[in-house]
């Protein structure tokens, strides 16, 4: 259950990185503009030891989203592609204070 719950927030991230190469910022993805996704690739990175802890505003941008929408990106293969470490992903609403959905 803990895996899934890491691949699904880690999908979160991968969508920051390929949306933020998309040509118009008002484009979202599971009430997350490109901007938004990418204030919180920082603290899933997979090449960054430590990673820091997410930002408060990654944190609101992450309470506004559509978190089970994100779950249903958990396993996109383009996680490895845009250095995102999954289980950093996943940890993510937990760091923020926020439920991630029981069916993740």
């Known amino acids: ?6 691949v699904a927030l880690a ?6 990185v390929a ?13 997350m503009s490109n901007d938004d996704f990418m204030v919180c ?5 997979a090449t ?7 930002s ?3 944190c609101a941008t992450l309470g506004k989203a559509d978190l089970k929408c994100l779950c249903s990106y958990k396993n996109s ?3 490895s592609l845009y250095n995102i470490d999954p289980k950093r992903a996943m940890e993510l609403p937990a760091k923020c204070g926020l439920t991630t959905p ?3």
Request: aromatic share 2%; net charge negative; glycine share 0%.
């Open 1 to 6: 259950m803990a895996k899934r719950k890491t």
């Open 11 to 16: 999908a979160l991230l991968v969508l920051a």
């Open 19 to 31: 949306l933020a190469a998309a040509p118009s910022p008002a484009h979202a993805v599971c009430d």
């Open 41 to 45: 690739q920082p603290a899933a990175a």
């Open 48 to 54: 960054t030891d430590p990673t820091p802890d997410p």
């Open 56 to 58: 408060a505003e990654c």
């Open 77 to 79: 293969p383009w996680l």
């Open 102 to 104: 029981p069916d993740c």
